[in-house]
């Protein structure tokens, strides 16, 4: 394929370029062509932030899909909502939702392939249906893609802010407004790669929302809406206003709580998601109840 860089497409990255031209192919597919020298701007191999100049010619020699790498595992799964282009699935606490450095198999992909018949590709050889993620330790509602077309259409709700999330947490502390709005970037911690930061100026723009549910001596249950999905961004932005979730150490919650059993995991529930269906556009809103270690954890508060 031949592509031509227009004036509009000056300045932008090369991998973002063919993003745009070529919506079929997921972002993963394309950065390989890039690395592989399927892409060549004028003649030449360049790296996927290269930038372009008007009349650049980007030529493209795709290559065939390769088969999944991620193999179907027995894996029980709580469907919460299915159609013919959508699944919702109720993720547990420390089900990661697709393979990694250090963890092979035992994810959500894994159960997936072996749920269903097919799923989209547009995610990736590793990440099959996969549209959007939670972290390792949060539960509650994720929504994955049975086809390439359903796929398109949830990215493109969630990049235009359609896609509307409700989360539950219990932070620490006491939190002075019954309401409140929390805009700050965030970015990689530069010390622990481990960790984002809320601290660093030149990060990505992220803003939550939340309001108290519920107050109890020492703790905070809030309701949480976030506008955008930067990685741990209800957990940074929490952290960063002196309120860590509970049981969420990387973020500044206490190891050991006097008197009370360990967490085992944090208090972070994806409670509710509202979507447009991708076929007929008509609203869609799933909720999953509050697991039963943090209704049980809470209850001896």
Do not use: C
């Not at 079929?24 to 372009?52: C, F, P």
């Amino acid at each position: 394929m031949k592509l031509q860089a227009s004036k509009e497409s000056t300045g932008r990255r090369l991998d973002h370029f063919l993003q745009e031209q070529l919506p079929d192919y997921s972002r993963s597919r394309l950065q390989d062509w890039i690395k592989t020298g399927r892409v060549l701007v004028n003649g030449a191999q360049e790296r996927a932030s290269h930038t372009l100049r008007q009349g650049d010619i980007v030529q493209v020699e795709p290559a065939a899909l390769t088969p999944l790498a991620a193999v179907p595992e027995a894996i029980p799964l709580d469907i919460l909502y299915e159609d013919d282009d959508v699944v919702a699935i109720n993720k547990p606490a420390g089900m990661v939702v697709h393979a990694g450095a250090g963890i092979p198999n035992g994810t959500l992909v894994n159960a997936l392939l072996h749920r269903f018949n097919s799923l989209s590709t547009q995610g990736g050889d590793l990440r099959p249906g996969i549209v959007h993620r939670l972290d390792r330790y949060t539960s509650g509602v994720l929504l994955v893609a049975k086809n390439d077309a359903a796929h398109r259409n949830l990215a493109a709700q969630f990049a235009n802010r359609r896609v509307h999330k409700v989360y539950v947490a219990l932070v620490h502390g006491s939190v002075k407004q019954e309401s409140g709005k929390i805009e700050k970037p965030i970015a990689r911690d530069p010390v622990r790669r481990v960790r984002m930061t809320a601290r660093r100026a030149d990060g990505r723009a992220a803003w939550s929302e939340y309001r108290v549910l519920r107050r109890f001596p020492g703790f905070t249950l809030l309701e949480v809406r976030i506008g955008t999905g930067r990685t741990h961004q209800i957990r940074v932005h929490l952290s960063s206003i002196g309120h860590p979730v509970a049981g969420d150490r990387l973020y500044g919650a206490p190891a050991e709580i006097p008197g009370r059993d360990p967490l085992g995991r944090y208090f972070l529930h994806a409670a509710s998601i509202r979507f447009e269906q991708p076929t007929t556009g008509q609203p869609v809103e799933i909720s999953a109840p509050l697991p039963a270690d943090l209704e049980q954890w809470m209850a001896a508060l």
